[in-house]
T-cell receptor
Framework: EDQVTQSPEALRLQEGESSSLNCSYT??????LFWYRQDPGKGPEFLFT???AGEEKEKERLKATLTKKESFLHITAPKPEDSATYLC??????????FGTGTLLAVQP | NAGVTQTPKFRILKIGQSMTLQCTQD?????MYWYRQDPGMGLKLIYY???????DKGEVPNGYNVSRSTTEDFPLRLELAAPSQTSVYFCASSRPADPRGAFFGQGTRLTVV
């Protein structure tokens, strides 16, 4: 069964304290590993898509990496405005997405 | 360019009532989706459509119906609302093989009492 598992469920960081979020997946044929950011009361907002093991993508303080079984979202020197829920999802046929349960990140000043 | 627009933003329904959640997109996307998000459970796919006149069930379709008469609109119908349908509902759209995945609306928070 296709499945996505994210850890930790919640993470509290001090401003400037780097860390990583994990997304592990089991799928018969991966059609993209997606990362989204979700702010309270809003819909998910696209961050990255990774397609093959070894691939990396960066945007400001965020870097996403992919292996054959998991993806990491590395957050370098986070700021309070990086506080949000980060969602990982596997892509399927017709761009259907299978989501993990998310990691709630809180960055304190 | 409004993207994906959902109405209403909030709604309280009584058990057994019916309602339609509206979704429209102005990006000329072929694919549209309805997801529900429950606390700690992630987003689950309810129904999706690959084009006007074509719809299919997702992971959790029971208690819902959809139609797709135009490219722009993809309403979600709840018949005989139940407390288990209390959730936040997101509509999304995408192009085939779009590397950005799907674009999401702002959500409809529905409470069934």
């Amino acid at each position: 069964e296709d499945q996505v598992t994210q850890s930790p469920e919640a993470l509290r960081l001090q401003e400037g304290e780097s860390s990583s979020l994990n997304c592990s997946y089991t799928v018969s044929g991966l059609r993209g590993l997606f990362w989204y950011r979700q702010d309270p009361g809003k819909g998910p907002e696209f961050l990255f898509t990774l397609y093959s093991a070894g691939e990396e993508k960066e945007k400001e303080r965020l870097k996403a990496t992919l292996t054959k079984k998991e993806s990491f979202l590395h957050i370098t020197a986070p700021k309070p405005e990086d506080s949000a829920t980060y969602l990982c999802a596997m892509g399927g046929a017709t761009n259907k997405l299978i989501f993990g349960t998310g990691t709630l990140l809180a960055v304190q000043p | 360019n409004a993207g994906v627009t959902q109405t209403p933003k909030f709604r309280i329904l009584k058990i057994g009532q019916s309602m339609t959640l509206q979704c429209t997109q102005d990006m000329n996307h072929n694919y549209m989706y309805w997801y529900r998000q429950d606390p700690g459970m992630g987003l689950k796919l309810i129904y999706y459509s690959v084009g006007a006149g074509i719809t299919d069930k997702g992971e959790v379709p029971n208690g819902y119906n959809v139609s797709r008469s135009t490219t722009e609109d993809f309403p979600l119908r709840l018949e005989l609302a139940a407390p288990s349908q209390t959730s936040v509902y997101f509509c999304a759209s995408s192009r085939p093989a779009d590397p950005r995945g799907a674009f999401f609306g702002q959500g409809t928070r529905l409470t069934v009492v």
